[in-house]
């Protein structure tokens, strides 16, 4: 079965970090970009983060730039992400994505057909 699972989520306090990690199995995603993208309630799922997949390009919604890192492992087949000075803001269900061979706009959610099922963080005040 092909699938991702996030894990890593949690409560934090403002200011803290967590670490989100996604496993892949079933087959390699080393041919994929990959993503994540966040859900806070009563709003729409926006686009987080997201890196090639030969790791060579990154790409960051504004709002994380200079505190989130994405990373991956193709050995492994795990994509991270890393939050550092996280504000009540990033409250949110995190999600990882798995792009389509072949998208116009690896920002869009209908460029990813994979997603995991989701990891819940929240930054207290």
């Known amino acids: 079965q092909v699938q991702l699972v996030e894990s890593g989520g949690g409560l934090v306090q403002r200011g803290g970090s967590l670490r989100l990690s996604c496993a892949a199995s079933g087959r390699t995603f080393s041919r994929n970009a990959m993503g994540w993208f966040r859900q806070a309630p009563g709003k729409e799922r926006e686009f987080v983060a997201a890196i090639s997949r030969n790791d060579d390009y990154t790409y960051y919604t504004d709002s994380v730039k200079g505190r989130f890192t994405i990373s991956r492992d193709n050995a492994k087949n795990t994509i991270d992400l890393q939050m550092n000075s996280l504000r009540p803001e990033d409250t949110a269900v995190y999600y990882c994505?798995?792009?389509?061979?072949?998208?116009?706009?690896?920002?869009?959610?209908?460029?990813?057909?994979?997603w995991g099922q989701g990891t819940q963080v929240t930054v207290s005040s």
């Open positions: 994505a798995a792009a389509k061979l072949a998208y116009s706009n690896i920002y869009s959610q209908y460029a990813y057909h994979l």
